[in-house]
């Protein structure tokens, strides 16, 4: 083929291979798949002298890097003559709505430094062609990757209408990125008729535009364009002269469409929905993915501090595997829970991979940092940790093993007392005693106030009392109250029927809730083609009287006991004196099938609007009914009694819901079967496997609110649930201080997620989000080294600063912290 100016449109034929790395298979048979798919590749690159391959997923190259080094000189010599095109710049193609913000950094990072460093160039168009949604912050990380321009199919034209060809794609805070979902579909059959293929895309060529892409090859489990794909594209323009296709990349067409000057027609929204089920689908996948990412962060603060304070090794190396390692696992058909069962053997040991790394990074870290505290010889000594840089008022629990294998305890632990270095009480309750590992262990729990990133010594005392004779009555209770909210619940049903404002004097709750609904849910696993879970078959009720489980000075908590056909949940409420969240632990026994579970919270609120969070930064959605995607929490506003009020729901495993009206609805779990896929159909006699299956829990809080949502603040709450303080057992030790923060971040509208060392200097840097849409200046300061540093950030900016420890000031840097950001 040959460039002829007097054709009026050009087709850019992007020859690709999709790779599912999982999916139907095992990950051993998908990098197996890889290097066939890329030696197929190089063979057509040297038959066809024109041909150009386009792939991305820096893990693709780093497998062929590993087990086929003379294939991948051939890829890096490719590239080099500009006909193998790069793409993507992350680590894989994830799952585009669940993975936490500091994901997508790190699929960046380590995708395009990975690509630097095998290829001496970085991608410049993000690429996720398979992928079931686009969260709307998106654009914002892309840029600060590097990656200016995005490709996508899913949402496909009959799921969401957009501009035909380019499009600048808009995020919260106004990044834009230019983006474009082109004709047809990425993957082409094998026997496909090329001519018919660019004949159609050339028909949805948008009028006025000099250039359109048209994917081709097969895909999936690989494969790529065929030798008869390709001579048929090279004869295309003999057979059709109207027709001018050219072997091209996503980069040349964006550098031809955006040298053309037009005015292209800006998106400031989502790009969604497909396949809205695997929002819930296979809740341990879901769960497990989002302990570990606060695991990995929390594990890197603490080890960053203690290599720069304590001259700790630098853990950087260990802590990269890992990150890796749960961001092979954010691939969109694991994330999603839409692969067969055995797939997923791989992905929980890789899971317990990093969190055993976490845990050992972080013990290390801890001992190194804690070092100059003073702990006395007296009572029961322990160190309490915050890993976040913020000050946090909370309960903590104490879990002390008493008596031993060989006697039997004489006496009864009494009320326990927490105290700090001088003496002052905190509020302490005795939650139980439990005997295992043949031991007695008693659980305490007490209210203390923590400083940011830093550690504070206290001593519990457990005072001996006489053994009971009886266990202690457990009484029947139907309200819940302290100083900002009383919970009234329906002795019957078991529902929440009151939530009432003591401040303000407002109910909140126009009906029940706290109400775990039973969806009908026929749908494959990937709910493909639905938009909404709204038939109802059913309700839990209470299968007993709601009890008081425990009263004292930490917590007033209320236990209900609910079933439904085959399935019990137990829903456990908790007030706290001081303290407006409300938390609830719902743990479920699920034995149904081809059902939904969702959770519902009607609201007293007129003219209701949403707020979801997305990865790093939140959007606004309209109460319609429709399920959706959301990171740690969503919330429900609107015109309450006494103005504008509502309800966040913060959540530690689960990523979908929908509103309706003035209702919220979290999902809960689904169970279709696995990796059943339309248009597939049951078969009688046949035996299938459904998902989510037996006992999970699912921990929340309930933040109701007056005003706007952000003086909730739920981004610091999902924070402070998925990161609880941790306590250390001590030993009598000579220091300094009872108490240490090592860096703390002001005000309260920022998120500090992340603090690190520079992959390549080694300098600190940190890295997070502005959460309420206000600019602001940034606090950071670090104690023990006598500094601080400001910065103006601005509403909605995820921003990475540098922090010189020599005085200098702080500096902006982009997620590949090589460059300033824009």
């Known amino acids: 083929m040959t460039e002829q100016a007097a054709h009026p449109l050009t087709i850019h034929m992007i020859g690709n291979a999709h790779i599912d790395p999982v999916w139907l298979w095992p990950m051993a048979e998908g990098r197996a798949e890889v290097l066939s798919t890329y030696r197929t590749a190089i063979m057509m690159l040297n038959e066809f002298d024109s041909y150009v391959f386009t792939s991305g997923g820096s893990i693709t190259y780093q497998w062929v890097e590993e087990d086929d080094p003379e294939l991948f000189a051939a890829i890096q010599k490719a590239v080099a003559a500009g006909r193998w095109a790069l793409v993507n710049g992350w680590w894989l193609q994830p799952d585009c709505n669940i993975p936490a913000g500091e994901s997508f950094a790190r699929q960046a990072l380590y995708g395009q430094r990975y690509l630097l460093r095998a290829f001496g160039q970085r991608a410049t168009v993000g690429y996720n062609v398979d992928s079931f949604g686009h969260a709307g912050t998106l654009p914002q990380l892309l840029k600060l990757s590097g990656l200016n321009y995005y490709v996508f199919f899913r949402p496909g034209p009959h799921e969401k209408t957009l501009p035909g060809g380019p499009f600048w794609w808009e995020a919260p805070g106004g990044q834009c990125v230019l983006a474009c979902r082109p004709p047809l579909h990425y993957p082409s059959a094998a026997e496909t008729d090329m001519l018919q293929r660019v004949q159609e895309a050339a028909a949805l060529a948008p009028a006025g535009q000099p250039s359109i892409m048209c994917f081709y090859g097969v895909g999936n489990h690989g494969g790529g364009p065929t030798r008869y794909n390709v001579a048929q594209v090279s004869e295309i323009e003999k057979q059709d002269p109207a027709l001018h296709p050219v072997f091209s990349s996503p980069d040349r067409y964006f550098a031809e469409m955006t040298a053309t000057g037009q005015e292209w027609p800006v998106v400031a929204e989502e790009l969604q929905h497909h396949a809205r089920g695997c929002y819930t689908a296979l809740s341990r ?16 603060r603490l080890s960053t501090l203690a290599y720069l304070l304590a001259g700790q090794p630098d853990e950087q190396q260990r802590l990269t595997k890992a990150w890796q390692g749960v961001l092979f696992n954010q691939f969109h058909d694991i994330m999603a829970g839409t692969s067969i069962r055995s797939a997923y053997d791989d992905v929980w040991n890789t899971y317990e991979q990093a969190r055993q790394t976490c845990q050992e990074i972080s013990e290390s870290a801890k001992t190194a940092l804690q070092s100059n505290l003073e702990v006395a010889n007296r009572d029961r000594p322990f160190i309490i940790w915050n890993t976040l840089p913020w000050r946090r008022k909370q309960a903590v629990q104490f879990d002390i093993t008493m008596g031993g294998w060989h006697y039997d305890w004489k006496e009864f632990p009494g009320k326990p007392q927490l105290t700090d270095a001088f003496g002052n009480r905190m509020p302490t309750q005795l939650l139980g005693v439990e005997f295992d590992y043949n031991s007695y262990v008693v659980h305490a729990e007490a209210l203390v106030d923590i400083p940011p990133l830093g550690a504070k010594v206290v001593y519990l005392d457990i005072p001996q009392t006489n053994v009971p004779v009886e266990a202690p009555t457990v009484p029947v209770c139907t309200i819940l109250e302290n100083e900002y909210w009383q919970l009234r619940f329906d002795p019957l049903s078991g529902t929440l029927v009151s939530l009432f404002d003591r401040v303000q004097q407002v109910e909140m709750l126009s009906g029940q809730a706290g109400v775990p609904l039973v969806i009908d849910d026929p749908s494959d696993t990937w709910s493909h083609d639905i938009v909404s879970f709204r038939n109802e078959c059913g309700r839990f009720t209470a299968s007993q009287l709601p009890v008081c489980v425990y009263s004292g000075s930490t917590r007033q908590t209320i236990r209900i006991c609910t079933t439904w056909g085959s ?27 081809l059902k939904m579970l969702k959770l519902a919270f009607p609201l007293a609120v007129k003219a209701p609007r949403v707020t979801a969070a997305a990865p790093y930064g939140a959007v606004e959605r309209q109460p319609n009914g429709e399920e959706e995607p959301c990171q740690a929490w969503i919330d429900l506003s609107g015109d309450g009694a006494k103005g504008l009020m509502g309800l966040s729901l913060v959540t530690d495993s689960k990523y979908g819901y929908d509103a309706l009206g003035n209702e919220l609805r979290l999902s809960l779990l689904r169970s279709p079967i696995y990796a059943f896929h339309d248009p597939r159909k049951i078969i009688p006699g046949v035996d299938y496997h459904f998902t989510d299956q037996g006992q999970q829990s699912v921990h929340c809080l309930l933040l109701p609110h007056a005003g706007a949502w952000q003086t909730a603040q739920p981004d610091r709450q999902s924070f402070e649930l998925l990161e609880p303080l941790q306590t250390r057992t001590a030993l009598p030790h000579l220091g300094n201080v009872d108490a240490l923060s090592l860096l703390q971040v002001e005000p309260a509208n920022i998120v500090l997620s992340v603090v690190k060392l520079a992959e390549d200097s080694k300098q600190l840097l940190v890295r997070g989000y502005e959460t309420s849409g206000r600019g602001t200046e940034i606090v950071v300061t670090a104690p023990a080294w006598h500094k601080n540093w400001s910065v103006q950030v601005a509403a909605h900016e995820i921003w990475t600063l540098a922090l010189p420890l020599d005085g200098a000031p702080a500096s902006k840097l982009n997620i590949l912290e090589d460059s300033p950001a824009d």
């Open 285 to 300: 996948v879901k769960r497990e993915n989002r302990e570990i990412e606060h695991k990995l962060m929390a594990a890197e």
């Open 567 to 593: 399935s019990n949940i137990t829903l456990t409420y908790t007030l706290r004196p001081g303290q407006k969240a409300i938390e609830l632990d719902v743990d479920i026994d699920w034995h149904e099938q």
